[in-house]
């Protein structure tokens, strides 16, 4: 069972078809709008030569907040890690008393 459907979607006034997990379609159109709203902004917000210099200050911008996800979640992974260890030992020293 074929699990990809055809989209059209539109960037910067560019129309692009895409073949899409039936599952991801959403995510990919949310990305799309959210995608066309910062070019808007950006183009409103910063000078530039032309379309490329947007979308790589856009590029960037979005590959910035991915890293900061990233460590923030690897973050909150070893603090959880950590709590669960400083839990584990403490039932270890109650069950061991007991």
């Known amino acids: 069972m074929d699990t990809?459907?055809?989209i059209?979607?539109?960037?910067?006034?560019r129309p692009y078809?895409?073949?899409v997990n039936r599952e991801e379609e959403q995510i990919v159109r949310r990305a799309s709008e959210s995608l066309n709203k910062t070019i808007i902004a950006y183009s409103k917000s910063f000078e530039y030569k032309d379309s490329q210099d947007l979308?790589?200050?856009i590029a960037?911008?979005?590959?910035?907040?991915s890293i900061r996800l990233e460590d923030e979640k690897s973050f909150r992974e070893r603090e959880l890690e950590d709590k669960l260890l400083e839990?584990?030992?403490l039932l270890v020293s109650h069950i061991e008393k007991a």
């Not at 059209?8 to 006034?13: E, F, N, P, R, S």
């Open 55 to 57: 979308f790589a200050m």
């Open 4 to 6: 990809n459907q055809n």
């Open 60 to 65: 960037l911008q979005s590959v910035a907040n």
């Open 87 to 89: 839990i584990d030992t």
């Open 17 to 19: 078809r895409m073949s």
């Open 8 to 13: 059209k979607l539109t960037i910067a006034g």
